[in-house]
């Protein structure tokens, strides 16, 4: 599979806090790469500096940061919003507010197209119709004349998503698509992103701190903790042999039917995740984990378990 996404050591940070430290990731053609971990650890924030759309103020370095072979740190702001929603997509975390709540769903979809692709009015609202009926969404002709406030949250995730695809993009990042919510839709969300994707061949990046959907739908996980990748694997073999201590704490936590009884109580990684300010050394879970010694605030090596599978850790077992 040829790659669509390249971010090497990625480094983001605010004022005082380091948000994203050395954080590597690629996407390939036609997979779907999950980015998981706890709320705070830097998932939403590496999507955002792919994106460029971080806050004024943020500090984004990378050794490669990269769309096709074309460097984004070099690209200028009009080179960027010309790839932003064109080749690169993204569904935003909130679909309660990502849509503009002053103009209907039938305006903000069309403008995406006929801003990228020169469209006409009636070929933009031809495709945005298509769309919206590919998504599941019914009579689309009446939905492009409602206002977003009209629309349950159900549906305005999947106008999120029918408009992050009115321009085919090669790239789609889905930042916690399905947070906001009932399980019934979720299920649902999640069936439909990864049909498109099969149907498509879109490189999905799909920000997320659930692992049943992990689970379900990706080809390849980076397990995220503090602002940096602790642990890479294709998804069937961080499930059989996690070696990071926090992903192992991670699958403790989930809960698995016929093995958990009824009085038995869930496990949990005690603590929270540390604000790292810049210069911080050694390795950020330490606090919480009951493998850390004294060598924990050095030199953490990233050791290698098989094939595509990287671990930041000095454990070796």
Same mark, same amino acid.
């Given at each position: 599979?040829?790659?669509?996404?390249?971010?090497?050591?990625?480094?983001?940070?605010?004022?005082?806090?380091?948000?994203?430290?050395?954080?590597?990731?690629?996407?390939?053609?036609?997979?779907?790469?999950?980015?998981?971990?706890?709320?705070?650890?830097?998932?939403?924030?590496?999507?955002?500096?792919?994106?460029?759309?971080?806050?004024?103020?943020?500090?984004?370095?990378?050794?490669?940061?990269?769309?096709?072979?074309? =460097?984004?740190?070099?690209?200028?702001?009009?080179?960027?919003? +010309?790839?932003? @929603?064109?080749?690169?997509?993204?569904?935003?975390?909130?679909?309660?507010?990502?849509?503009?709540?002053?103009?209907?769903?039938?305006?903000?979809?069309?403008?995406?197209?006929?801003?990228?692709?020169?469209?006409?009015?009636?070929?933009?609202?031809?495709?945005?119709?298509?769309?919206?009926? +590919?998504?599941?969404?019914?009579?689309?002709?009446?939905?492009?004349?409602?206002?977003?406030?009209?629309?349950?949250?159900?549906?305005?995730?999947?106008?999120?998503?029918?408009?992050?695809?009115?321009?085919?993009?090669?790239?789609?990042?889905a930042d916690e698509p399905t947070t906001?919510?009932?399980?019934?839709?979720?299920?649902?969300?999640?069936?439909?992103?990864?049909?498109?994707?099969?149907?498509?061949?879109?490189?999905?990046?799909?920000?997320?701190? =659930?692992? @049943?959907?992990?689970?379900?739908?990706?080809?390849?996980?980076?397990?995220?903790?503090?602002?940096?990748?602790?642990?890479?694997?294709?998804?069937?073999?961080?499930?059989?042999?996690?070696?990071?201590?926090?992903?192992?704490?991670?699958?403790?936590?989930?809960?698995?039917?016929?093995?958990?009884?009824?009085?038995?109580?869930?496990?949990?990684?005690?603590?929270?995740v540390p604000r790292i300010a810049p210069?911080?050394?050694?390795?950020?879970?330490?606090?919480?984990?009951?493998?850390? =010694?004294?060598?924990?605030?050095?030199?953490?090596?990233?050791?290698?378990?098989?094939? @595509?599978?990287?671990?930041?850790?000095?454990?070796?077992?």
């Open positions: 599979m040829s790659i669509l996404l390249e971010v090497e050591r990625l480094e983001v940070a605010f004022a005082r806090t380091s948000a994203v430290r050395g954080a590597s990731l690629t996407v390939a053609r036609g997979e779907t790469h999950c980015l998981v971990g706890e709320s705070g650890c830097g998932k939403s924030v590496t999507a955002l500096s792919v994106m460029n759309l971080l806050a004024r103020g943020a500090r984004r370095s990378a050794e490669r940061l990269a769309f096709e072979g074309q =460097d984004l740190l070099g690209l200028s702001e009009s080179g960027m919003a +010309r790839l932003r @929603g064109n080749a690169m997509a993204m569904i935003f975390q909130e679909p309660m507010t990502s849509l503009n709540p002053a103009y209907t769903v039938g305006s903000q979809m069309t403008e995406v197209m006929r801003r990228h692709k020169k469209a006409s009015q009636r070929a933009a609202t031809d495709r945005a119709a298509d769309l919206l009926a +590919r998504v599941g969404i019914t009579a689309p002709g009446l939905r492009l004349g409602q206002f977003p406030h009209q629309l349950s949250g159900g549906l305005r995730q999947r106008v999120m998503i029918a408009m992050a695809l009115m321009c085919e993009p090669r790239l789609l990042i906001a919510l009932d399980v019934t839709v979720q299920a649902q969300i999640l069936r439909l992103l990864a049909g498109l994707q099969r149907d498509l061949g879109l490189g999905m990046l799909l920000i997320t701190h =659930d692992l @049943g959907i992990v689970a379900r739908v990706a080809h390849r996980v980076s397990v995220m903790y503090a602002g940096e990748v602790v642990e890479s694997a294709p998804t069937a073999e961080l499930f059989a042999n996690p070696r990071h201590p926090y992903t192992q704490g991670l699958l403790r936590c989930v809960p698995v039917p016929g093995r958990i009884r009824r009085d038995e109580p869930l496990g949990s990684i005690p603590g929270t210069g911080f050394a050694g390795c950020a879970f330490r606090d919480r984990c009951s493998f850390a =010694d004294p060598t924990c605030s050095g030199a953490i090596p990233r050791r290698a378990a098989g094939t @595509g599978h990287e671990f930041l850790c000095r454990l070796t077992a």
